[in-house]
C-alpha cells in the first residue's frame, strides 16, 4: 500500500465525502469538514495562529485519513516557540483493518512537520489516540477539572453520573427536593472557600481585548514554564468580537485591571454529563501574579448572576488550581489530557510536577466545540 | 536474533499466545494487528534491535515475513 500524505485543498472535495461516506458506514462519529479551508482558524498573511489539514491519499487518489495542526506561539521556559496542536487525527483504519498503518503515518508525518508537538482533550486513556501517542513515548497528563454548584436541584436532577444507579438516583432526589443537598453542598463549598471576598473587586464585559490585554500578558507570563501566546493581537482571534457565545470579562481591582476572563455560557441539551443543565464554564483566564483567585471568584459571581446551574473549568497550574479550590469549586474526573511529543517533553524539562508548571485550559484545545 | 524470538515478541506485542504466530500469515489475517499495535512493534523493533523502522516501510510489508524482512541481517532464519 502506497500512502502519500499532501496538504488538503479543494480538488480533494469529492475525495473527502466519499471519505466520510466510508468512516460513517463503518460506525465512526467523526467525519471530515467538507470546507477545505479550516473554518475556525484558516491560514492568513502574518498570522502565527492557523490551522493547516493533511491528508492520507492512497495509489487510486481516494483519502484514508486526515488531521489537522493548530500551529501557535508559545513561551517556554523563557522562550518563544511555535509548536502545534495535533488535532483531530481520523484513519480509515478505525474501520477498515487493512489501513492500520494511516493512523500511524499521520502520526509520524506530524512529528516530521513539526517535532514540538502537542495534543490536548482525546477524551479517556483508554481510547485510541492516547494510547497511540503513549506506545509512542509521548507524556500523558490529565488537566484537572473543577466545578461549581450554583443550583443544586438542577445539578442533581442532571448529572449522568447521579444516574447510574436506581439508589443513586433516588437518594439525590430525595436529598434536592428535602433542601438536604443544598445544605450539604453550601456547607461543602462555602468550607473550602479560604479568602474573603474583595469588596472592590468588579468586572466589566468587553467586546474585545486591546492594550490593557498585553499588560496583563507581560506581567505574567514568565511565572509559568508553558504558556500559549496570549497577547491581544492573539485573544482577538482565539474570542473573536463577532462570536456572541464567549463572555469576555475585565476583572479590575480599584481601577487596576488585574486580569480577564473568558467564559461561556451554555443551555445544554441531553448531553452526556451535562443533561439538560444550563452551564457556565470558564474557558481561559490570565492575571497578574496573585490575582488568580480575585478574576475566578468574579467570574464565578457573573455566571451565577446569569443564572447559570453549574461552573465549570479546566486548569492546570498550581495557582489557578488554587484559586478555583480556594473559591469553593469541587474537583471531578477529568477527561481533558493533555500529551506532548518526546522533543516537547525533553524541551520543557518535564520533570514530576508536569504539567503543574504550564498554564493550559479550554482555550488551548480543539476551538469552540465540546464546551 | 533467531526468527522464532522475533515471532515471539511480535506476539507480545499482539498479546497473543506463544505460537500463535508461524510467520506465513498474511497481516490481514493476524489477529490484533491495528494502528495501535503497529506503533507497539514500531517501538519493540527500535528498543530490541535498535531500528528504527518508517511506516511507509511497514505499509509495503503483506506477511509477517515480509516484517521480518525490514529487519534485514539482524534476524537469523
Redesign the interface.
Known amino acids: 500500500?502506497?500512502?502519500e500524505i499532501v496538504p488538503r485543498d479543494v480538488s480533494h472535495g469529492a475525495a473527502v465525502k466519499k471519505f466520510n461516506g466510508r468512516i460513517r458506514e463503518g460506525g465512526q462519529p467523526f467525519a471530515l469538514s467538507e470546507s477545505a479551508r479550516p473554518e475556525w482558524l484558516p491560514r492568513t498573511e502574518g498570522r502565527r495562529i492557523f490551522q493547516e489539514q493533511y491528508l492520507a491519499i492512497d495509489e487510486s487518489a481516494e483519502v484514508r485519513g486526515a488531521y489537522m495542526l493548530k500551529h501557535q506561539d508559545f513561551l517556554i521556559n523563557g522562550e518563544m516557540k511555535s509548536i502545534a496542536d495535533y488535532q483531530l487525527p481520523l484513519?480509515e483504519?478505525t474501520v477498515d483493518?487493512?489501513y492500520?498503518?494511516?493512523?500511524?503515518?499521520l502520526?509520524?508525518d506530524a512529528i516530521k512537520k513539526q517535532p514540538l508537538l502537542y495534543g490536548l482533550g482525546m477524551g479517556s486513556y483508554r481510547r485510541?489516540l492516547p494510547?497511540?501517542l503513549k506506545?509512542?513515548?509521548w507524556r500523558m497528563a490529565k488537566i484537572p477539572f473543577y466545578f461549581k454548584v450554583c443550583h443544586v436541584k438542577a445539578f442533581l436532577g442532571n448529572m449522568t453520573a447521579l444516574k447510574s444507579s436506581r439508589i443513586l438516583r433516588f437518594a439525590s432526589l430525595v436529598m434536592a427536593y428535602t433542601g438536604i443537598a443544598w445544605l450539604v453542598l453550601s456547607l461543602f463549598q462555602f468550607a473550602s472557600r479560604k479568602m474573603a471576598i474583595g469588596k472592590n473587586v468588579r468586572v466589566e464585559q468587553v467586546s474585545s481585548f486591546s492594550d490593557w490585554a498585553d499588560v496583563i500578558w507581560r506581567g505574567c507570563c514568565h511565572s509559568y514554564s508553558m504558556i500559549a501566546l496570549r497577547d491581544a493581537e492573539t485573544l482577538k482571534i482565539l474570542y473573536p468580537e463577532d462570536n456572541p457565545l464567549f463572555l469576555r470579562m475585565r476583572i479590575r481591582e480599584g481601577e487596576d485591571v488585574i486580569g480577564w476572563v473568558v467564559a461561556l455560557d451554555t443551555q445544554m441539551k441531553r448531553h452526556k454529563q451535562f443533561g439538560d443543565m444550563r452551564v457556565g464554564s470558564i474557558v481561559d483566564c490570565l492575571a497578574v501574579d496573585g490575582g488568580e483567585w480575585s478574576c475566578i471568584r468574579a467570574a464565578e459571581g457573573f455566571l451565577r448572576m446569569r443564572g447559570v446551574d453549574l461552573v465549570v473549568t479546566n486548569q492546570s497550574h498550581h495557582t489557578w488550581r488554587r484559586a478555583v479550590a480556594r473559591n469553593g469549586f469541587l474537583r471531578g474526573p477529568s477527561n481533558y489530557i493533555l500529551a506532548t511529543s518526546k522533543s516537547l517533553s525533553g524541551f520543557l524539562h518535564i520533570s514530576g510536577g508536569f504539567p503543574d508548571l504550564a498554564h493550559m485550559t479550554r482555550g488551548d484545545g480543539d476551538g469552540p466545540i465540546h464546551l | 536474533m533467531k526468527k522464532s524470538e522475533f515471532l515471539a515478541k511480535l506476539e507480545q506485542v499482539l498479546e497473543l499466545k506463544h505460537g500463535a504466530i508461524t510467520g506465513k500469515e498474511s497481516l490481514?489475517a493476524v489477529a490484533g494487528?491495528?494502528?495501535?499495535?503497529?506503533?507497539?512493534f514500531?517501538?519493540m523493533v527500535d528498543e530490541s534491535f535498535g531500528v528504527s523502522l518508517?511506516?511507509?516501510s511497514?505499509?509495503?510489508a503483506k506477511t509477517v515475513e515480509d516484517l521480518a524482512g525490514l529487519l534485514g541481517d539482524k534476524i537469523e532464519n
Not at chain 1, 100 to 105: A, C, D, E, F, L
Not at chain 2, 33 to 40: K, Q
Open positions: 500500500m502506497k500512502i484513519s483504519g483493518k487493512a492500520g498503518i494511516v493512523g500511524v503515518m502520526l509520524a485510541p494510547r497511540m506506545t509512542a513515548g | 490481514d494487528w491495528d494502528s495501535l499495535a503497529i506503533m507497539a514500531i517501538a518508517s511506516p511507509g511497514i505499509a509495503q
